[in-house]
RNA sequence: GGCCCCAUCGUCUAGCGGUUAGGACACUGGCCUCUCACGCCGGUAACACGAGUUCGAAUCUCGUUGGGGUCACCA
């Protein structure tokens, strides 16, 4: 295989803003991103909106405000600027038409005046004699001599022999006869460009000398090199990823949960387990599955990245997630109480006690799987009284647990030093002396403190309260289970 | 349908001529245990099929089957 390094890269993302940025178009990005990082190179983001009725800002905006989530910051784009300017396509016309003029002076391309109509009744037309056939245009104004003042679309003459070769990255060698290719349009009536000549004229602009983008372009990249070899251009490498499909082996569309990456976000998966769990999608570096964001950027390399298209897995997805939140190595303690405490805010907790957030933390590390469920293990340490889940009240705070409760609260209200293993001491002891199970008196106990049948330790959820709201809760647990004989 | 591409456990994958085919997720048996979780030990589970090439094929070649992509005045 070639060397892909023959000069540092320039890479790009080019995104269409008709919508919110794909997870796969997220992992397009990602490879990209990965490659220039690695190497030093440049990352581009362009904008891909010569299709005027399916653009709008507020797209643009969404899919910007996700990759920053991300993290994958762009050297040349929107909003930073950089040396080719500007970086929507929408005002970078007068490129397009320059590059179409000369091909056709050149008699590479030529003026077409079929509408779209005429066109579209002969496709019927054949369709309907012979279901199975495919229409191609069949070169009505490829000689044409006149110029009518007629709307019309400018079409490449293509060759109609030989084939169209390239080298990708990841599939090799790549042929396509070109009898398969027809004279394809490369500007509209209204002037504004179609995809293939605006990405290659763009690309050979901006210096782009890698183009990583999903396979579903494989197609494309024929007609893109007949332009480049056309216009007098280099051709640039290819690298065409595999395709992320849904857990169901479909194509990955807005039909299947969760595939704008904003919606992971509000789910309260952190950025760095997106961003892993993406990057061992169609890539691997040996067994390993949990890589930080520099580690990717160290290992990451076209040579590793498979050919075969994978579905999505929610569940090896939520595990990587919840890899980067459970190591403080991956989530350091600071970053972790950053990354939740929006979601606190949204649990109606705005104001936490910064003293109680860090003991906390290492309690939540190991039981949290994504953000949100952290904000609902931290939460009742700061509401007081904690919600009480109705079916660990009734279960447990019954009203034989009040003598248990406020037992306990006695024999631990004497001590003089609020640890773990004073706690526990005590604890066994009062058990023992009951003779009963520990569970017996661990459940209501672990209602009264927190609300919940399951929670961390009881005596580490006792640390991290206090003694005086450990009591107090312990007390209004006893009330309750009184309560629950009066109105049982 | 034409063209292009792909094919290892259910899923993501390691493997790049010689391995008891490895890891992770999921599933599952057990341990730990004040609940939940984490963790630890173990288990089920894959080279799509058929021909070659070779002393030897998951690895190379061809075919079959299956799957995907693409055939626009979308990107």
Not at 121 to 130: C, F, I, T, V, Y
Not at 419 to 429: D, G, V
Request: aromatic share 10%; glycine share 6%.
């Amino acid at each position: 295989m070639a060397d892909p390094q023959i000069s540092v890269p320039r890479v790009r993302f080019a995104p269409s803003p008709s919508g919110y940025l794909h997870i796969g178009g997220a992992r397009t990005a990602l490879f990209n991103w990965l490659w220039a990082r690695k190497h030093g190179g440049s990352f581009v983001v362009r904008i891909e909106d010569t299709d005027q009725e399916r653009s709008s800002l507020e797209s643009v905006r969404a899919i910007l405000e996700s990759m920053k989530w991300l993290g994958m910051d762009w050297d040349e784009g929107p909003e930073v600027g950089g040396a080719h300017e500007p970086y929507f396509q929408s005002e970078r016309k007068a490129l397009y038409k320059a590059a179409a003029d000369k091909l056709i002076a050149e008699g590479k391309a030529y003026r077409c005046y079929c509408t779209k109509e005429e066109l579209d009744a002969q496709r019927e037309a054949l369709k309907a004699k012979d279901p199975k056939a495919q229409f191609r245009y069949p070169g009505t104004c490829r000689n044409r001599q006149d110029q009518p003042d007629l709307p019309y679309v400018v079409r490449f003459k293509t060759p109609s022999e030989g084939a169209t070769v390239f080298d990708d990255l990841v599939f090799g060698k790549i042929s396509t006869p070109n009898s398969q290719q027809q004279d394809f349009v490369l500007v509209r009536p209204n002037g504004l460009p179609l995809y293939n000549l605006a990405a290659v004229v763009d690309d050979h602009a901006m210096g782009i000398n890698l183009v990583a983008r999903g396979r579903d372009h494989i197609g494309n990249t024929p007609q893109q090199v007949m332009l480049y070899e056309a216009l007098g251009y280099e051709v640039p490498r290819f690298a065409h990823l595999p395709m992320m499909l849904s857990a169901k082996g479909e194509k990955l569309s807005k039909r299947h949960a969760s595939v704008s990456v904003s919606e992971y976000q509000d789910k309260g998966y952190t950025a760095a387990g997106v961003l892993n769990y993406l990057a061992r999608f169609g890539w691997s570096s040996g067994d390993q599955e949990i890589f930080t964001v520099q580690e990717l950027i160290d290992k990451f390399d076209w040579a590793q990245v498979g050919k075969s298209d994978g579905k999505f897995d929610q569940k090896k997805f939520a595990d990587v997630a919840f890899e980067h939140l459970k190591q403080s190595e991956l989530t350091s303690d600071a970053e972790y109480l950053d990354l939740v405490r929006p979601f606190l805010a949204d649990a109606g907790i705005s104001d936490p006690d910064p003293k109680i957030l860090r003991e906390a933390l290492p309690l939540i590390r190991e039981r949290a799987h994504d953000l949100k469920d952290a904000a609902h293990h931290l939460d009742f340490y700061f509401r007081q009284p904690p919600i009480f889940e109705e079916k660990a009240t009734k279960k447990f705070l019954k009203p034989e647990s009040a003598e248990y409760l406020r037992g306990f609260a006695a024999a631990i209200s004497a001590l003089d030093s609020w640890t773990a293993e004073a706690l526990e001491t005590a604890f066994k002891s009062y058990v023992e002396a009951q003779d009963v199970k520990m569970k017996v008196v661990a459940q209501p106990v672990r209602v009264a403190l927190s609300g919940r049948s399951a929670s961390p330790g009881l005596f580490e959820v006792m640390i991290v309260l206090g003694k005086d709201l450990s009591l107090q809760r312990l007390e209004e647990g006893a009330l309750r289970a009184e309560e629950a004989q009066t109105t049982a």
